[in-house]
């Protein structure tokens, strides 16, 4: 079994690997919670991995179980050795066999950027698999400010002498977003996407999902993705935005309202990509989320 370290005063979860049908070991920590409701499944942005939801498992384990894997190529997750793999649809795929061997017919969705792609694959895919969601400063429509941002970075084999180095460039490569975290706030950010590697620290994911990314340059805009979102069909829906985002704007966000008959937005102030769901503002709202795949009320 993976050696995932269990954090001081939080909540234990069970450390797990399943192998996916291409020959992948691909990791994901299942926290425990009641089987009479929906799980929890976590789906992390393009560079990040299960870590980013300590916290978010920390505040909903026991009520819910909480799933979150790795994709592959990130954290305690396998590397493929075929790049050109590293795309939503194969983590979609990896999603619903992992899904199939724990034997879950529905969750509730919460996916982070990449993860939000995921989730309307899935639901494309397989619509009955969608109990609920949460899309996290993610939509059909990708501003094409925030891609360019993230390709100016993502695939670069950095390394960093000490975390606090770490800590100050991924401050910078978030534009500082949100403004109030402390130099503490990015060092725990930086732990979540980092390991140490020998006398360094280094990202905690394979350089070469970049390759696939940056090869769609901005082709990605041309692909339709509503009709993806649209799949989502009725199940109740978050919609998290970071007031200051640049991958989701607030008109694309008002449109996936409209267009959705039980989607609630919710903006979390000074936060740029991506809300970290920690936020009183985040916190409020999926606990209204998850309120509505209990009982079945309606946002409106």
Same mark, same amino acid.
């Given at each position: 079994?993976?050696?995932?370290? &269990? ?7 069970? +450390? ?9 070991? %691909? ?15 976590? %789906?992390?942005?393009?560079?990040? *991995? ?14 819910? #179980? ?10 305690? @997750? ?15 795929? =990896? /999603?619903?066999?992992?899904? =199939?061997?724990? $034997? ?21 895919? &397989? ?21 360019? #941002? ?14 606090? $180095? ?5 401050? !910078? ?6 403004? @109030?975290?402390?130099? +503490? ?8 996407? !980092? ?8 990202? =905690? ?8 990314? *940056? ?14 979102? #649209? ?13 200051? @985002? ?18 609630? %937005?919710?903006?979390?102030?000074? /936060? ?8 009183? $503002?985040? /916190? ?14 309606? +946002?409106?």
């Amino acid at each position: 079994m993976p050696n995932d370290s &269990q954090p001081a005063g939080g909540k234990p979860w069970q +450390a797990s690997t399943f192998t996916s049908r291409d020959g992948l070991k %691909l990791y994901y920590r299942d926290y425990a919670g009641p089987s009479d409701r929906p799980p929890i499944l976590c %789906l992390s942005g393009l560079t990040r *991995n299960s870590r980013d939801f300590e916290a978010f498992a920390d505040h909903y384990a026991g009520r819910f #179980r909480v799933i979150a894997p790795d994709f592959r190529g990130r954290g305690m @997750s396998e590397r493929d050795p075929q790049p050109a793999r590293y795309l939503p649809t194969t983590y979609a795929a =990896d /999603v619903l066999q992992l899904l =199939d061997e724990i $034997e879950i017919e529905r969750a509730i969705f919460v996916g982070t950027s990449l993860g939000g792609l995921v989730t309307m694959l899935i639901a494309a895919m &397989q619509p009955q698999r969608i109990a609920a969601t949460v899309l996290n400063d993610v939509g059909p429509e990708l501003d094409q400010r925030g891609l360019d #941002r993230i390709r100016s970075y993502v695939g670069k084999p950095v390394r960093f002498a000490d975390w606090d $180095e770490a800590a100050d460039y991924i401050a !910078g490569v978030n534009r500082g977003l949100p403004a @109030s975290n402390s130099h +503490a706030d990015w060092l725990r950010a930086a732990r979540r996407v !980092g390991i140490e590697d020998g006398d360094g620290v280094v990202f =905690d994911y394979d350089m070469a999902i970049s390759e696939p990314f *940056n090869q769609r340059n901005d082709g990605a805009a041309t692909f339709d993705m509503w009709p993806l979102y #649209r799949a989502l069909g009725r199940a109740p829906l978050l919609i998290l935005r970071g007031e200051l @985002s640049d991958l989701l704007s607030a008109e694309t966000a008002q449109r996936m309202v409209a267009e959705h008959p039980d989607a609630e %937005l919710a903006t979390v102030p000074g /936060v740029g990509h991506a809300p970290e769901l920690n936020e009183p $503002e985040a /916190v409020a709202a999926i606990d209204r989320l998850l309120e509505r795949a209990v009982t079945g009320d309606s +946002a409106g």
